[in-house]
């Protein structure tokens, strides 16, 4: 048995909790593989909505174990209210979540060091969530970072004291507001909450999965273009967001991994700073606000919208080698009359189909303009009732990219899901 991979092809956002949420039944293991607290996905069912940050959007099938896997960050604090959030809603979240040994934790003094970090760069803020993902990353790689395993260790608490007291050191001289007392308190109560859970060795877990025959998904927080090594550098996030990154966020060779799954919107959208070539600051960019509801699940911050970027979506297809396309939010373009897609860039006044290294310098998309559908298509649930006009621009990105997409959402709901 070989693993599936799902992950993000834009800026993040594109709707990965609901589409993991569809395809979750044929699978019995569903695991995240990078990110932390940053990520958001959400899900509807039941006239209810659900926003997940660490725990994988298998949560609520209740055949499917789920598995924080080695290459997230976790804030036992956001862990603490998303599990009682979980238990409130009638799921058994000690019986179906395991998670790995070697998941690095996010310390409150991370946050600040993220707070005083962002604030320090001014005008080349790169819109951090101030959730403390990158310090956290930068102590993993800096070798002094403390992982949940060491949970289980005599000397947890000065390991994190000492840890701790490296961030104090070189947060000496800046000015923060920061009640130690308190925020230490609630972070060892999620360290409390965090021993009820099945700790495992995961690169072991998942392969004796498969080994067995079990299903497994992976699946991704953000998206490609905000990978740490390939993305639109440096407003990115901390982590490989690409299909890669499964295979070292999960111990699995790259060998067993099966389909990749490859989301996008039918249109783009990105949050804080950073290039955007399709970007529109406009009627039709409020609109696709609105209509989409482009509101951070994490941070509440207004999502910036622009057209579909075909450029960029080649570029991250075949970083990922994606094998299926899934796009979201086709039911936002009700009502346009005229979409346009970047089919191509011209860069320092030459013509490119490359993403190109410097995306922060001029860059102007060229269009291609293909009309719109002026029906509502969100109660629609069959690939032949779809109009004539979005049949159309779903085969032009098809040809343009090179693969099929296999799915169409036209809704936040997971029954508004069409199978092509």
Known sequence: MKMDVLLGLQWGDEGKGKIVDVLTPEYLNVARFQGGPNAGHTLEFNGQKHVLHLIPSGI??????????????????????EVHKLIKAGVDVFEKLVISRKVHLILPTHRVLDAAQEKAKGNLKIGS?????????????????????????????????????????????????????????????????????QFIDGEYFVNQAMDKGESILAEGAQGTLLDIDFGSYPFVTSSNTVCAGACTGLGVAPGRIGEIYGIFKAYCTRVGSGPFPTELDDDIGQLLRDQGQEYGSTTGRPRRCGWLDLVALKYTVMLNGVTKLIMTKADVFTDIESIKVASSYVVNGELTDQFPFDSIASCQPVYTELPGWKIDISDLRSKDQLPRELSSYIRFIEKFIGVPITIVSVGPDREATILM
């Open 60 to 81: 609520f099938n209740q055949d499917t174990t789920n598995i924080i896997g080695n290459g997230v960050v976790l804030d036992p604090v956001v862990f603490t209210q």
């Open 129 to 197: 969530t101030l959730r403390g993902i990158g310090p956290a990353y930068t102590d993993k790689v800096a070798r002094q970072g403390l992982r949940i395993g060491d949970i289980e260790s005599d000397n947890f608490k000065e390991k994190y004291e000492i840890l701790r007291n490296i961030h104090l050191a070189s947060l000496e001289g800046i000015k923060v507001e920061l009640n130690m007392e308190e925020v230490e308190r609630l972070w060892f109560e999620g360290i409390e909450l965090l021993k009820r859970f």
